[in-house]
């Protein structure tokens, strides 16, 4: 089992910052990928940013510029640093992991964070 545990959301104004946290625990072997996703009200879940092992990234469109994603593996932590927040970045955002097994890949979730951005 693993366990992802996030932290940082919460209520900010427009333009302002947030960083959010996810360190994972339990049984990590091998993890590739880091991300973050969000799911607005009535809307579907959506990539926000990723970082391979590697340290490559990519980021949604929508957030190129304004987020930054980053991962420090002895911790098996990710992290997202939000800047210039929008109101239209107001949602809950979801951890995930992917880990490596031989030929078999392994995603977990960790249990959202709200954050709103609103005036």
């Known amino acids: 089992q693993v366990q992802l545990v996030e932290s940082g959301g919460g209520l900010v104004h427009p333009g302002g910052s947030l960083r959010l946290s996810c360190a994972a625990s339990?049984?990590?072997?091998?993890?590739?990928?880091m991300g973050w996703y969000r799911q607005a009200p009535g809307k579907e879940r959506e990539l926000v940013a990723r970082?391979?092992?590697?340290?490559?990234?990519n980021y949604a469109d929508s957030v190129k510029g304004r987020f930054t994603i980053a991962r420090d593996n002895a911790k098996n932590t990710v992290y997202l640093q939000m800047n210039s927040l929008k109101p239209e970045d107001t949602a809950v955002y979801y951890c995930?992991?992917?880990?490596?097994?031989?030929?078999?890949?392994?995603?977990?979730w960790g249990q959202g964070t709200q954050v709103t951005v609103s005036s």
């Open positions: 970082i391979y092992s590697g340290g490559i990234t």
């Open positions: 339990g049984t990590i072997f091998s993890i590739n990928i």
């Open positions: 995930q992991i992917s880990q490596i097994r031989g030929l078999s890949s392994y995603e977990s």
